[in-house]
C-alpha cells in the first residue's frame, strides 16, 4: 500500500489537492483554510515529494502509474471518488483522474499535459535549471533566502508576486525542490506525455494563470479543444502557481466546482435510481 505524508483539515465532503513537481503540501497553505470552511480537505505530498516515500521499486513514474498510486491514496486516506485539485503536474493527475471516474470533480490550475512538443521541451528544461539550482551549495541557497529581493527573483517563474514568498517557506520549497527523489523519474516518465483522454463526466474547471511563465495560458486553447464541457477560466495577474497570488480567487474557483458537483448529485442519484427501478419492473425475478 502506497503511504503519503498529508495534511488534513476541515470537514465535510472529502477533496484531494495535488501540487505540482517539485513542489509539497504547503503550495496549498494560503488556500487550505477557506476550502476546509466546506471540506474535508487533504493536501498531500506526492510519492517522492515533500516528507513521502519514493515509490517502491518497480513502481513507474508516469501517468497510468498514477492513476494505480491515486487509487491506493485514496483507499488509504478513506476517501471515495473525492473531489480533487491540481496544480500543473497535479492538474495533469488530476484531468486523467476525472476522466476515469475516480473523482466526483477537478479543478486543474494551469495542468501539464496541454502543451506541444515545443512547450512541452521548454517547461521541462526550466524544471530541470530549477533543480540544478536548488542543488547548489546550502550556502548558496541560503544567502538566496535570506535576501528578499533576491528570494522574489528566483521565484518569480512560479508566482506573479514572489514576494509574498517568506524565508522560510522559500528555504522549505528550496530544500523540497533538491531533495526530492521522484523528481527526475517524473521528468523522464513526462517527456512524451500530452493528454487525449476521454472527456470527463464529472464537472471540471480548468483555470490558468495570466502570468503564468512555465505553461503560458495559451495553452489553454488546446485544453478548452479537449475539454469541451469544462468551465474554463483566466486567473487574472496569476503566475503558475496561483494559489500565492491570489489566494481567494484560487479558493472561490475550487469550492465552485466541487458545489457544482454536489448540486449535480441528488440528481444523478435519481436518475439511477429511477432506472435501477425500472431494472427491476422489467424483470422480477433478478430482484428476488
Known amino acids: 500500500m502506497i503511504k503519503v505524508n498529508f495534511e488534513r483539515r476541515g470537514s465535510g465532503t472529502p477533496l484531494v489537492l495535488i501540487h505540482g513537481i517539485g513542489h509539497r503540501w504547503q503550495a496549498w497553505r494560503p488556500v487550505l483554510d477557506q476550502l476546509a470552511e466546506r471540506h474535508d480537505v487533504i493536501a498531500i505530498d506526492l510519492p517522492g515529494f515533500g516528507l513521502s516515500p519514493a515509490l517502491p521499486a518497480g513502481r513507474k513514474y508516469d501517468l497510468p502509474s498514477s492513476m494505480e498510486m491515486l487509487a491506493e491514496v485514496f483507499e488509504t486516506l478513506g476517501v471515495v471518488r473525492p473531489h480533487v485539485a491540481g496544480n500543473s ?10 476522466s476515469r471516474g475516480l473523482v ?10 496541454f502543451w506541444n512538443n515545443s512547450d512541452r521541451a521548454r517547461a521541462l528544461s526550466i524544471l530541470r535549471m530549477m533543480r540544478i539550482g536548488a542543488r547548489s551549495p546550502r550556502f548558496a541557497t541560503d544567502v538566496i533566502a535570506n535576501n528578499a529581493r533576491l528570494r ?11 514576494g509574498r514568498i517568506d524565508r522560510i517557506t522559500a528555504m522549505g520549497d528550496t530544500a523540497a525542490m533538491r531533495n526530492a527523489p521522484g523528481f527526475i523519474p517524473t521528468i523522464r516518465g513526462g517527456r512524451g506525455v500530452s493528454w487525449h483522454g476521454m472527456p470527463p463526466a464529472v464537472p471540471v474547471t480548468v483555470a490558468w494563470g495570466e502570468k503564468d511563465r512555465i505553461l503560458p495560458p495559451r495553452q489553454a486553447l488546446r485544453a478548452a479543444m479537449l475539454l469541451p464541457g469544462a468551465n474554463h477560466v483566466t486567473l487574472p495577474d496569476c503566475g503558475h502557481v496561483p494559489m500565492v497570488d491570489n489566494p481567494e480567487l484560487v479558493a472561490r474557483t475550487i469550492l465552485d466546482t466541487c458545489a457544482r458537483a454536489e448540486a449535480a448529485r441528488p440528481i444523478a442519484d435519481a436518475a439511477q435510481a429511477k ?11 433478478a430482484a428476488s
Open 89 to 98: 503536474l497535479g492538474g495533469l493527475v488530476s484531468v486523467e483522474a476525472a
Open 104 to 113: 466526483s470533480s477537478a479543478t486543474l490550475l494551469s495542468p501539464a499535459g
Open 275 to 285: 432506472a435501477e427501478s425500472a431494472a427491476t419492473d422489467a424483470n422480477p425475478a
Open 152 to 162: 522574489a527573483s528566483t521565484m518569480a517563474l512560479l508566482f506573479a508576486h514572489p
